[in-house]
């Protein structure tokens, strides 16, 4: 086990990885750089590294790509630097396993946080307690309180809140969140899993209106608020 | 968005059909022109003359014959009717000189009036036949006549180039079909301006502006006054097209009143009637050829505009990523960052700061660019403009190898500006991306101008180098920056068009072509 952990930063602006450099030693990780996607491979066959930030725009591949290679042999963490016209492509990275991304441009807090939460191992499903906010989620009896009080959750519900806040902090796709809730003859029901969020925000949420836990990424999925690292809960 | 013309109906379209021969049942005996009876009284005058003189030497029947022979001549040459009138004076004529009692018009014996009846009869048919056969060489005339204007009229129509040059010809031919003044009113938001008239210089009165009105207005042909009446001495004919914003505009052709006792005044009128309608479906063509063009300017801005947004957000981004980034780094992370990273740093925010302002720049510049693509085409030399852009490459890269190889080169049709912007951006590319000597050429090659930017580099990824020679303007491939698209939409703008090619060194090869001017020369050169 490395005292530091390990970044890949794939990306061919070389500008980005001058500051991405700097900025990620400064948080405490050794880096490693590469500038197309064949680079990126090889360096993760070399170097074995904790996570990678990928670039969608290399030059010799797209980052569907790079992800579906690397999914062939490893889980490692993909982080990936996407920019709004990249909109359909960064979906799918995520829908194939990236872990996470980030718009261009970003400041350096947010890469970091998202870094972190990558970096974390997650919660196995046997966790038995994940507490956050008030909210006492209590996976293997299949309950949930807030603040001491039982909420009545359906059996659904409870499925797709436990595949939120196993992720806190990581977008969960819609793809994927409707893949592990209701299995893979539902991937495209988007308007289903809406319905669904909505009902359990109006059950946990303290104003339903204005979600603190489950938050929405316009277009791409959900996100489980990550736990509180600077007390940010209640 | 559909802009589709609306052309007005026009009553004037029908088929044409030039006079045919005149069958049994037509009314083939065309009114009489005064100068056919004074003709034929003179020719009947002289024979009369000469069988008085003659009548020692010629015997009766041959007198008959001379009688007959101007019948003929005169049925012939005046039609029908004064074949008639010479047959009838022929017989007084001859009854006067040779029938018993001489120098009457008495007959005494019963044998004369057999030969009188019988020549009557003779002279009657020759002067039937004849005007028959008159009438018939007429209508050929001027059927004949009819289809020479109307292939005439077709064949300069096809070559007008605007709604002024159908005007022209549409009034030349009117002007000869209606032997009389014709005029062309160009009507603009409802108002009549005098566009045109034949001949040159006739103003039409104010009663004729008014008819022109009224047709404008009721979208029908108002005819003229007949004679003797008050009212517009000419006939008007509207001719509108509706263009896409749905204005009616158009032109209105006036012709003088064909004389109604005219006997070609049938396939004159038929004749008019085709002017008038090819004219309309000339300005209808143009109506068309216009509305596709300002379509086709149309997509091209958007195409262009669209592939500078793409190309724009790709070249934005990174130095704003990369000076956000740095700027959060520093603030964030600034107390843990050794001092030799944070003036790279610094360094990073300077540099990408002065490309991010370098773009900006070249975007103010195609702001016009994607404002109307309306290049403000003037006489341009293009090794100035090639010159020109070479200096300020060299003004901005100090250290690389720049050499302009010029030909001298001919004037074309450009905007000098949007040029050497092309230009330099071709060169900053070679610059930016092919480190080693470039070399920017002009040449003629054809009918085109070819300025060629050459770099020693590897040359382009051949995905960027097919969409650059393609017809798209949108959809430049990940990674083409913003200059070669801007490059593209310049060399379109002004008619032209790019290549790419690997140079023999295996550098590539990018090339502007424009059109050369049909008449290469600098007329009016600035």
């Keep these: 086990m490395r005292e530091r952990r390990l970044i890949l930063i794939a990306d061919d602006e070389p500008q980005i990885q001058r500051f991405l450099g700097h900025a990620l030693v400064a948080a405490g990780y050794d880096t490693c750089l590469a500038a197309t996607g064949t680079e990126a491979l090889a360096q993760v066959a070399a170097q074995e590294p904790d996570l990678i930030i990928l670039d969608l725009g290399l030059p010799d591949m797209n980052g ?18 996407s920019a709004h016209d990249q909109e359909m492509e960064k979906i799918m990275a995520l829908d194939l396993g990236a872990d996470d991304f980030v718009a261009k441009p970003f400041g350096i807090g947010e890469l970091l946080a998202r870094l972190r939460a990558s970096l974390r191992p997650r919660r196995a499903a046997r966790a038995e307690q994940i507490r956050q906010a008030g909210l006492v989620i209590d996976l293997a009896a299949h309950q949930v309180s ?17 595949a939120l806040a196993g992720n806190a902090g990581r977008v969960m796709t819609h793809h994927r969140l409707l893949q592990l809730v209701w299995g893979p003859a539902h991937v495209d029901d988007v308007p289903y899993l809406r319905v669904f969020i909505g009902q359990l925000r109006q059950k946990l949420e303290r104003d339903p209106a204005r979600p603190e836990l489950i938050l929405t990424e316009p277009g791409i999925g959900y996100r489980w608020a990550p736990a509180a690292e600077g007390g940010q809960t209640a | 968005m559909d802009k589709r013309l609306v052309v007005a109906p026009d009553p004037l379209m029908d088929k044409f059909d030039p006079p045919r021969l005149p069958p049994d049942d037509r009314r083939w005996m065309t009114a009489p022109r005064p100068g056919g009876f004074l003709g034929a009284a003179l020719l009947l005058a002289a024979v009369t003359l000469a069988a008085d003189r003659l009548h020692e030497l ?21 039609g029908f009717w004064v074949g008639l009138a010479s047959a009838v004076g022929a017989i007084a004529a001859f009854n006067y000189l040779f029938v018993e009692p001489h120098f009457t018009l008495h007959i005494a014996r019963p044998r004369d009036l057999v030969t009188l009846a019988v020549f009557l009869l003779a002279a009657a048919l020759t002067g039937i036949l004849a005007g028959r056969l008159r009438e018939q060489v007429d209508a050929a005339k001027g059927r004949a006549a009819a289809l020479e204007v109307v292939s005439r009229v077709s064949g300069d129509l096809a070559g007008a180039r605007s709604t002024e040059d159908v005007a022209r010809i549409a009034l030349r031919h009117l002007h000869g079909l209606s032997q009389g003044p014709a005029v062309a009113l160009r009507a603009e938001g409802g108002r009549l301006q005098l566009l045109a008239a034949e001949p040159d210089g006739h103003l039409p009165e104010a009663s004729d502006l008014d008819a022109a009105d009224i047709a404008f207005r009721r979208g029908r042909a108002e005819l003229a006054a007949a004679k003797g009446w008050s009212g517009s001495r000419l006939s008007f004919y509207p001719l509108s097209v509706q263009d896409g914003a749905g204005n009616r505009r158009g032109i209105v052709l006036g012709h003088a009143r064909l004389d109604p006792d005219r006997s070609d005044k049938d396939w004159r009128e038929k004749t008019i009637e085709v002017v008038l309608g090819q004219s309309g479906q000339a300005l209808q063509r143009l109506a068309l050829a216009e509305a596709a063009e300002a379509e086709r300017r149309r997509a091209v801005t958007e195409e262009t505009r669209a592939a500078l947004l793409a190309s724009l957000s790709h070249d934005l981004r990174t130095p704003l990523a990369t000076i956000l980034g740095a700027v959060t780094t520093l603030r964030e992370l600034g107390a843990t960052l050794p001092p030799a990273s944070q003036t790279d740093l610094l360094a990073a925010i300077e540099e990408e700061s002065e490309r991010l302002a370098r773009y900006v720049e070249k975007l103010l510049q195609l702001t016009r660019l994607q404002a109307g693509i ?38 074309i049709r450009a905007e000098a500006g949007l040029l050497e912007q092309a230009l330099f951006n071709l060169v900053e590319n070679a610059v930016k ?56 939409g310049i060399a379109r703008a002004l008619g032209g068009r790019m290549t790419a090619a690997r140079g023999v060194s295996g550098g590539a090869v990018l090339a502007i072509r424009l059109p050369l001017p049909p008449d290469p020369g600098g007329k009016g050169a600035a």
Excluded at chain 2, 457 to 471: C, H, K, N, V
């Design chain 2, 433 to 488: 991306y092919a480190p080693g000597p470039i070399r920017l050429t002009g040449a003629v090659e054809g009918p085109e101008l070819v300025l060629a930017v050459s770099d020693s580099g590897r040359g382009l990824p051949a995905a960027i180098a097919a969409w650059l020679a393609s017809e798209e303007a949108v959809g430049a491939p990940p990674g083409a920056g913003l200059g070669l698209p801007i490059c593209k």
């Design chain 1, 146 to 162: 807030r603040d001491g009080e039982q909420l009545r959750l359906t059996p659904k519900e409870f499925d797709l809140l436990a």
């Design chain 2, 374 to 411: 309306a290049a403000q085409m003037a006489w341009v030399d293009a090794g100035d403009a090639a010159l020109a852009a070479v200096t300020r490459a060299r003004r901005s890269w100090p250290r690389a190898q720049i050499a302009a190889e010029l030909a001298p080169l001919p004037m």
């Design chain 1, 64 to 81: 569907k790509e790079v992800i579906e290679r690397l999914r062939l042999r490893s889980d490692l963490p993909v982080i990936v630097l």
């Design chain 2, 58 to 78: 010629l015997p009766e029947n041959v007198s008959i014959l001379l009688f007959l022979t101007a019948v003929l001549v005169s049925a012939a040459a005046f």
